[in-house]
T-cell receptor, first 118, second 111 residues
Framework: GAGVSQSPSNKVTEKGKDVELRCDPISGHTALYWYRQSLGQGLEFLIYFQGNSAPDKSGLPSDRFSAERTGGSVSTLTIQRTQQEDSAVYLC????????????????FGSGTRLTVV | GESVGLHLPTLSVQEGDNSIINCAYSNSASDYFIWYKQESGKGPQFIIDIRSNMDKRQGQRVTVLLNKTVKHLSLQIAATQPGDSAVYFCAENKGTDKLIFGTGTRLQVFP
């Protein structure tokens, strides 16, 4: 597609349940990022995939959070045993492979998945 | 710890006036900065970027100023329009592909 697609756009789940959030990046973009945005807050880095390299998971807040990227394209962010503090908008972004000296200017964000844990 | 912060959470301006949105950063190793605009219900959109070897960069109606001495970044929007109403984020990059975002400033434009 023309942009980054995320699904679902909204998700309400009960505390303790597992959820899966999906991201379809722009075709040809080798880098994929997940960020979390709590209400009234900035974007918190979660995880970063670049091609076949090992993902940078340094931003994942706990072992309840995990992410996969299959075939270098679609990514799934999984949150196990959800807690109320997990409620936030989860944003995915993709970019072309970064050339040396260029910054992540080419980030394109999806519209996010709004997760509400009740 | 490292942070990218903003001086004002909300900025209200009259249509046609110029807007200035400020951002402070604490890591002198940051070498690349980006401003994003986020409208309600949408993901952030790239506005303009600047490298640490520059102190000013201009785009269409927008100018970014970087003062490395005081670790301060600003976004100036000329002739602010209702469509400029959004949350604006600055983000810093320190030579990796990860961006560190600030809290954001909400810009409200009044007729």
């Amino acid at each position: 597609g023309a942009g980054v697609s995320q699904s679902p756009s909204n998700k309400v789940t009960e505390k303790g349940k597992d959820v899966e959030l999906r991201c379809d990046p722009i075709s040809g973009h080798t880098a994929l990022y997940w960020y979390r945005q709590s209400l009234g807050q900035g974007l918190e880095f979660l995880i970063y995939f670049q091609g076949n390299s090992a993902p940078d998971k340094s931003g994942l807040p706990s072992d309840r959070f995990s992410a996969e990227r299959t075939g270098g394209s679609v990514s799934t962010l999984t949150i196990q045993r959800t807690q109320q503090e997990d409620s936030a908008v989860y944003l995915c972004a993709s970019s072309l492979a970064r050339r040396q000296g260029s910054g992540p200017k080419g980030y394109t964000f999806g519209s996010g998945t709004r997760l509400t844990v009740v | 710890g490292e942070s990218v912060g903003l001086h004002l959470p909300t900025l209200s301006v009259q249509e046609g006036d110029n807007s200035i949105i400020n951002c402070a950063y604490s890591n002198s190793a940051s070498d690349y900065f980006i401003w994003y605009k986020q409208e309600s219900g949408k993901g952030p959109q790239f506005i303009i970027d600047i490298r640490s070897n520059m102190d000013k960069r201009q785009g269409q109606r927008v100018t970014v100023l970087l003062n490395k001495t005081v670790k301060h970044l600003s976004l100036q929007i000329a002739a602010t329009q209702p469509g400029d109403s959004a949350v604006y984020f600055c983000a810093e990059n320190k030579g990796t592909d990860k961006l560190i975002f600030g809290t954001g400033t909400r810009l409200q434009v009044f007729p």
